[in-house]
């Protein structure tokens, strides 16, 4: 089964927009067994799409196709199918139904021009969407069968998930072939470290796919099996995984594709045990990760997010007069800052950040990029001090949180990471965990 | 001049990797005069590459294709293109001294397999590489000309930088075409609302192309010019950006595509005010926005993320018995959220959230969905119940911060938002600002 995706839309096309969706589908088509040969994307032009639905047609069993089923004039994928396969758009009773309905569901008005979304090429199959008003639909174009899907991701998501593989899994008969795929996150080693320690790989499991994924500030190792027989497939998958563990040692946090702060929160929950957080240069960012995890109001408690010294002082107790000594960037202030996150949380464990994420505010002794770490556990208080030059603003923001949430999973773990601790003042030393 | 990019590799192929660098290099383009009619994206396959190649140069004036440049066998790029352009691949002897010279001043040997990283199609221009070892190379392949560079993405945007954007403004020659763009951030209205209120745009203003782009969760309204008139095209975007602005009324928040949080965080500082925040169901992400913004310390002062009853009581001074009368989700515990806040940091003006971002924790009276936002000013403290039904925990979290932001922009303009005030228990009713 070979299928194409074609994307569309001017934002995509004038580069406004990173294409995600296409990505995101070729993956699910890949893993259930379909083989994708190419992405396209045009704009919102009737003509281009018509012409690249037309092209398409001729070379593939099967496309997903992207956006343009929305409300509005620039909104012109049905039309453009219709062209194509040579039909007229009608009106779908049924989708019409179904969009009122979700307005009325919303307590909102319809308008008018969402009637326009319930116009879809004669013989056209109807696919729902529950969370949105936009239809998607099946039509065939020659021998090719397409898939119309929102330009929204989350709908688009759900509707290739409920609407469009177990479709294709009927398509397929006997003839299905598996690409599992393993996803090994680490976090610590550059790209090209990390990609020196998998040499070997392919050698020692010749019909494995590697690939490296910088998804900053994690590295993601993709392992890639293909083959008939699916539990074979798996096996080999399994081997070359455990393979990679043994390579890259700590510094691989999940094997499931888990974030860090799930894998975090698992470790808290597992342990009984709650955090509390002091962010100052993580502006937030430790806290907004942990709460995106479902549940995770049973561990976190609090966070403070002090930017400014006033708030260290009276929200967290940290000295006024270490704040004059060492500035707020020194392993002390973190000290402080934990234990007194931990404190006034009644927490377990206190997490803090003190660090300079830039583009202003270094200097020659702390230069942008400089972060120290503090950690307070029923049994100590610990603090470090990292650099990391390189970036932005919101990559060293990314950096500092992900750093302070290992060093609490190895924390947990009880294997606590060994950092060099450079003295106050030792300026530019780069990074290792 | 028409453009089109083709991508190769596996990894874009079968959707490991996201195709950031045809979104960079459209954007690029359009900014410089050429459209870009199509992206394209195929795999690690010569004949793949070589029928894509053929076919973009029946189609386009110029074309940009990254990737397999690199040293390995999966790297088939030259290969593809000799064949498309009927010639053999030739060793150029520029390009190998540049390989040898690269590895001489990283000090590491070079290996056999970048000796064929200097087999170039005959006929081929070779483009410097300053910053890899993959040099890129330009081609005619029938009329349209080639632009050949690597994948790695810092070393592609050099090359473009350096290397085809010259050539292309002398190609171009005295036909350059102008392609401003002009972004208009709104946040309350719905999608299929905001396109009707922009009907009659394209009738006011033929030779716009409108676009609108749900970022969830603000709505963009693109317009696009197009014109040989730098100045007219200019003028014209100018007029539609004004004609749009009046349609969408207060729902506009900027019209250079800044952030909501760069939009509140200008209005503090020209009112020299400050700013604490209280979240809970927020978890930590307005503050992560506000800290996003360079020099973001001026003004932000706190941000309490009080997920525990606990923190709310001891960190915020809001009642144990308010809590126990009326819930964490109400407007009495954001009102005292708002007013703990701006108390315990000092600040002007004081942001809470407390609502339900789910999956769980919903109730009959209570939905998930729920938010309350309280805000406390040098004058008086408010507080506000909303809900929205749509999205998953992440989208919640988005909107809930979004609409606390949105109030606090309306009250720092002196134009607060007008909102309707469901009473405790009205449950299911839906959003509007």
């Known amino acids: ?19 995600s969706n296409s990505a995101y589908i070729a993956e699910t088509l890949q893993a259930t067994g379909v083989f994708v040969s190419r992405h396209l994307t045009v704009g919102d032009d009737v003509d281009a799409i018509e012409q690249a639905l037309k092209e398409i047609a001729n070379r593939a069993d099967v496309a997903l196709v992207t956006g343009g089923l929305g409300p509005t004039v620039d909104d012109l994928t049905p039309e453009a199918a219709s062209r194509a396969a040579g039909v007229s758009l009608v009106l779908d009773r049924a989708a019409l139904t179904a969009i009122e309905g979700f307005f009325q569901k919303m307590g909102r008005p319809m308008s008018d021009s969402n009637r326009k979304q319930a116009m879809l090429p004669e013989g056209a199959l109807r ?33 290739l998930a409920e609407q469009v593989l177990p479709r294709l899994s009927a398509q397929e008969g006997g003839n299905r072939r598996y690409y599992p795929v393993r996803t090994i996150s680490t976090f610590g080693l550059p790209e090209s470290v990390a990609g020196e320690r998998l040499v070997g790989l392919t050698e020692e499991f010749p019909e494995i796919t590697l690939g490296l994924r910088a998804k900053f500030p994690e590295i ?66 430790i806290s907004h990760w942990l709460t995106e995890v479902p549940g995770s109001s049973d561990y976190f408690l609090f966070s403070a997010v002090t930017y400014s010294n006033e708030a260290k002082i009276r929200v967290l107790g940290v000295e006024e ?60 208080v610990e603090a470090r001090r990292l650099f990391f030059p390189f ?43």
């Open 1 to 19: 089964l070979i299928a194409e995706i074609l994307s569309t839309g001017d934002e995509i096309r004038t580069g406004a927009l990173i294409d």
């Open 127 to 159: 696919l729902d969407n529950p969370i949105g008003t936009a239809p998607g639909f099946m039509l065939y174009i020659g021998a090719c069968r397409f898939f119309f899907l929102p330009g929204v991701p989350t709908e688009m998501r759900r509707m």
């Open 220 to 285: 993601q190792i993709k392992l890639y099996a293909e083959g008939d027989d699916e539990t074979r497939a798996h096996d080999m998958l399994e081997r070359a995984s455990e393979w990679v563990a043994r390579k890259m040692e700590r510094h691989v946090f999940s094997t499931d594709g888990s974030p860090m702060e799930a894998v975090v929160g698992r470790l808290l929950r597992k342990q009984k045990a709650t955090l509390g957080v002091a962010e100052s240069c993580t502006g937030g960012l």
């Open 321 to 380: 007069e270490s704040l004059l000594k060492f500035g707020a960037v020194h392993e002390e202030i973190v000290r402080q800052m934990a234990h007194g996150v931990r404190r006034v949380s009644g927490a377990a464990y206190g997490l803090a950040t003190s660090g300079i994420a830039g583009p202003d505010g270094g200097t020659d002794e702390k230069p942008v990029g400089t972060v120290c770490i503090g950690l307070a556990t029923p049994e100590k």
């Open 391 to 433: 970036g932005d603003r919101t990559r060293k923001k990314q950096m500092f949180a992900m750093t302070a949430l290992n060093l609490l999973r190895r924390e947990l773990l009880g294997d606590p990471v060994e950092l060099w601790h450079t003295n106050p003042g030792a300026g530019h030393r780069s990074f290792s965990l």
